[in-house]
């Protein structure tokens, strides 16, 4: 067996079933052994950063470890990006890289780069192996602390090495034997501490719950805790698939992207409870109010708003032995309150949907998705405008899974999203929203990805949604509302291309929307296709992604460079008016 040989099968045995890849000859020795083998399914992206953010969503959907593997040099720097936004997410995910030969190691050699000092920022753990005897615990320690510690850790290969003779450690000085397997450890507080966090819910009038994506897992936890509490519940948005958004007292998303009842809840609340949460805009927390704090990671804890009590612990069980503690609070004043405000809302998300536009609301598009989308489905978001509609117009149903990139926010996830979902899940429909930016940074590279396997695929499902508005709309609206500058045509344009044409081109079925009242039969059409789809919509780049409470100095600067502005023509009368509406805390009358 050479060492390559046993490093396939030590993967296996960790129960490896996928990598997300692509070859070059610094890894050629993995690639034999893996088609040798034949165990493990080969996933070839068109971009290593893509392979990273396919095993990225591919954990993010299964809970499981994802693997990518590039070759050495420029293979391996381009699996960075990717890597970071495992770490950001806090996802498994072992990335193995090639190597220059050891002779040469040092040497300046082609594509020899110390690729153990490039990744060390991002990994948890990284080692480039020397000598095949080092081979097991190199594997066994990266995957471990992968799993344990929920990060991104590095492996990297030297091409001789992988065609060495695979040499076990022995018993003696100077080795050592390791193994594999991992159980993750329940985590939970003292007594006495929950009797503390208890004491603080307890005292408190209205309370409110933010949770994140830490708190998967703790769905009827979290509501059995809102229930007695009386409280309402603001997700962080990788938070949002944890609790359906047709519960009445669940406020949707919080943030810049967030919904005004989110805003408003963290106002008013005078007591918080935050579960398995690192949001990190901590404007939208409350100014002053007794904090209680519960996080599997003790560097998250007390981090944005500084909380009384502090409960390292897994979310359910923590949940589970606090709920007893908890008195049921009798007056439903808060709940009715805050129902109120999301009866109002839903209204104006509507309205605003259905406002006119040139030609295609954005809002809409999302408007329209969301009813239509089948229970089993999986939703991913680009960076970028339509991250905004994602996280307010998309009202997330129980068994619905969604996620985007979260911590990092990078433009180009989506797609490889998709694709890490459809292989974590092959029965399930997948839905990508992506911004025509991010379609051109890379999204459209991946769509040749997807004709590759589409076929393989029970379900065969994949609609991707191009908001094609010719612009980096995210950012014009930042530079417009937090700079006070106008358009800047250079940065900003977006060439403007045929999606829809690209997806015939490939062999996946395209669909152009310029007209509003088309949207409705569109998705319905993308969503019963026989294959991959691009629904390809002309948005109107005019309809500002608003934060939800816009403050008057920004409102101000955003008049400011709107009267500078050559081409701002009806955006002054269409969006104008709902910055002022929003300075004023008024609602949208269209
Ligand atoms: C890799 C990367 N580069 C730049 C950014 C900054 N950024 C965030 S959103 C965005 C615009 C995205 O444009 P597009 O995909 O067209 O979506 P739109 O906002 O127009 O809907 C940019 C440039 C980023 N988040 N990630
Ligand atoms: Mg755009």
């Not at 698939?241 to 406020?251: A, I, M, Q, R």
């Amino acid at each position: 067996m050479n060492t390559a040989e046993f490093f396939i099968e030590r993967l296996k045995t960790w129960g490896v079933k996928r990598i997300f890849g692509y070859p070059g000859d610094g890894i050629n020795g993995v690639i034999g052994a893996l088609q040798h083998d034949g165990g493990i399914d080969f996933i070839q992206a068109r971009h290593e950063e893509m392979a990273a953010f396919m095993a990225v969503a591919y954990a993010k959907f299964t809970g499981e470890l994802g693997v990518c593997l590039a070759t050495g040099g420029p293979g391996a720097t381009h699996l960075i990006t990717g890597l970071y936004d495992a770490r950001a997410d806090h996802m498994p995910v072992l990335a193995i890289c090639g190597q220059g030969p050891t002779t040469v190691r040092g040497a300046s050699y082609q594509q020899e780069l110390n690729l153990d000092r490039a990744f060390m920022d991002v990994a948890e753990y990284v080692q480039e192996v020397a000598t095949p005897a080092q081979l097991p615990h190199v594997i066994d320690r990266a995957i471990r602390l992968a799993i344990a510690r929920r990060a991104p850790t590095a492996i990297i290969l030297p091409k001789d090495l992988q065609e060495e003779p695979f040499e076990a450690p022995k018993r003696a000085a100077g080795q050592t034997r390791s193994g594999p397997g991992y159980a993750r450890p329940v985590i939970v507080p003292e007594e006495a501490d929950l009797r503390r966090a208890a004491d603080v819910l307890n005292a408190g009038e209205r309370v409110a719950m933010l949770i994140g994506a830490g708190a998967a897992g703790a769905v009827d936890e979290v509501i059995a805790v809102a229930d007695k509490l009386g409280a309402g519940v603001a997700k962080a948005l990788l938070g949002k698939s944890v609790l359906p958004d047709n519960l009445p007292f669940v406020t949707g998303s919080i943030g810049l992207l967030g919904t005004k009842p989110s805003s408003e809840l963290m106002n008013a609340c005078d007591t918080l409870l935050i579960v398995g949460s690192g949001f990190p805009w901590s404007e939208f927390l409350p100014e002053k109010a007794r904090g209680v704090q519960i996080d599997i990671d003790p560097a998250m804890l007390s981090l944005r708003y500084p909380c009384e009590v502090n409960l390292h612990g897994s979310a359910a069980e923590t949940l589970r032995l606090l709920l007893p503690m908890l008195k049921k609070k009798t007056d439903g004043d808060w709940r009715r309150k805050i129902e109120g405000w999301m009866g109002d809302w839903w209204e104006t998300l509507e309205a605003r949907a259905k406002t006119k536009a040139h030609p295609v609301n954005p809002q809409r598009v999302v408007w329209e998705m969301s009813p239509r989308l089948p229970d089993n489905v999986i939703v991913t978001s680009d960076s970028g405008s339509c991250a905004n509609w994602y996280a307010r117009d998309y009202r997330v149903k129980r068994g619905q899974m969604c996620s985007l990139s979260g911590g990092l926010a990078s433009m180009g996830a989506a797609v490889p999203y998709a694709i890490g979902a459809k292989f974590a899940h092959p029965d399930r429909p997948v839905v990508a929203l992506v911004g025509d930016g991010t379609m051109q940074m890379n999204n459209m590279a991946e769509l040749i990805t997807v004709a590759k396997y589409w076929e393989r695929w029970p379900d065969k499902r994949l609609v991707t949604c191009v908001f094609n508005n010719e612009d980096l709309n995210q950012v014009t609206w930042e530079q417009r509302v937090m700079m006070g500058n106008a358009r800047y045509a250079a940065s900003q344009d977006i060439p403007d291309v045929r999606y829809s044409r690209f997806a015939e081109l490939i062999g996946l079925k395209g669909i152009f929307v310029d007209d509003p009242q088309d949207l409705g039969s569109a998705w319905d059409e993308a969503l019963s296709a026989d294959r991959p789809v691009i629904l390809e919509v002309k948005t109107d780049p005019e309809i500002a992604p608003l934060p939800p409470h816009i403050s008057l100095k920004e409102a101000k600067k955003f008049m400011f460079s709107m009267a500078k502005d050559e081409d701002a023509g009806h955006v002054i009368k269409d969006t104008a008016r709902q910055v002022l509406n929003a300075v004023l805390h008024k609602e949208d009358a269209d």
